[in-house]
């Protein structure tokens, strides 16, 4: 049994975008969550992590501030929250790998857009530090009026000239006449850790969950590839397998000149990836999903 002071605290979206592919990941790296609708707190049965379910935009503060240890959100709300000074910064530990999405200035669709156009207007957007950043960094004066949803709405309202909103595939944009035309910040949610002191118990837990939601984020990217090949093609071989690092060559009982090559693949693995790979001289390619992976 674990104290609550040892206990790991980790803050994760309630509900949104975020907060399914939260839980997916936790339960990927083993750990099994015991949550009730409607409730703020969720417990992990079999491991020593407590869950604060709260609104993404908490989420850093309440790391920065070590209330809790770790915590799942968005580089957008993280990197808005790191440009205000006030704010207590928090460790980055790793990418997600879900979340994607990109900060992106919106013009009328139907406007021959440079950025020079953006000098003078009003910018509606929900990420003000963001964008006056990205503004004074190009020596462009213009007005940032922060709203905190319907960005998209601002132009048409007469609220603002353009927009400078988070987009993944562009069709809220487009359903109110705007078109993307400028990147500001390409996100997707990280794994954040509190700089505060949290004694070496706890940084040994969150260590250990750290290295596990690691091998999920690997696996999940990571193939294992099993072929045969003549061995005068292995260096062209190797050379072709994606992300692969010292494959194991074995010999092949009863074919001189010829070897198995096993690997693991730490990138995609397309069917052009298995078509090269063919013409190079490998026969009876296995790609394998893997199921676990420790770093
Ligand atoms: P939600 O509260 O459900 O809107 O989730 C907001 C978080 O989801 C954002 O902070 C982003 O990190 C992420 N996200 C991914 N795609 C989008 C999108 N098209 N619009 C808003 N947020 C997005």
């Not at 975020?18 to 099994?32: P, Q, W, Y």
């Not at 118990?201 to 690691?214: F, G, P, W």
């Not at 995609?268 to 990836?273: G, I």
């Amino acid at each position: 049994m674990t104290t609550t002071l040892t206990r790991l605290r980790m803050a994760t979206q309630k509900s949104g975008r975020l907060a399914e592919a939260s839980e997916r990941l936790l339960k990927d790296a083993g750990i099994k969550i015991r949550s009730s609708k409607g409730q703020l707190t969720a417990r992990a049965t079999n491991f020593p992590l407590d869950l604060m379910l709260v609104r993404d935009d908490d989420i850093p503060t309440l790391v920065g501030d070590g209330v809790c240890d770790l915590g799942i959100v968005g580089q957008n709300v993280l990197e808005e929250y790191r440009l205000d000074p006030a704010n207590e910064d928090v460790d980055v530990l790793c990418r997600l790998g879900f979340g994607g999405c990109s900060l992106r200035f919106a013009a009328p669709a139907d406007e021959a857009f440079e950025l020079a156009n953006l000098e003078g207007t009003r910018i509606a957007t929900s990420y003000p530090l963001l964008t006056r950043k990205f503004l004074e960094d190009n020596g462009i004066q213009a007005e940032v009026v922060t709203m905190h949803g319907a960005v998209e709405l601002a132009p048409r309202l007469g609220i603002a000239d353009y927009v400078c909103d988070l987009v993944s595939t562009g069709q809220t944009l487009e359903a109110n006449g705007l078109k993307p035309v400028h990147t500001i910040l390409e996100s997707e949610s990280v794994l954040i850790r509190t700089r505060a002191d949290i004694g070496s118990e706890k940084s040994d837990r969150a260590d250990a969950l750290t290295t596990r939601i690691d091998g999920v984020i690997a696996t999940a990217e990571s193939k294992y590839i099993v072929l045969n090949a003549p061995e005068t093609a292995l260096e062209e071989i190797t050379r072709i397998l994606p992300g692969a690092e010292a494959p194991t060559v074995m010999p092949l009982l009863g074919r001189e000149g010829h070897v198995a090559v096993q690997a693991v693949c730490q990138e995609s693995v397309f069917w052009e990836t298995l078509e090269a790979l063919k013409r190079a001289g490998a026969t009876d390619i296995l790609v394998m999903p893997i199921e676990k992976m420790m770093l």
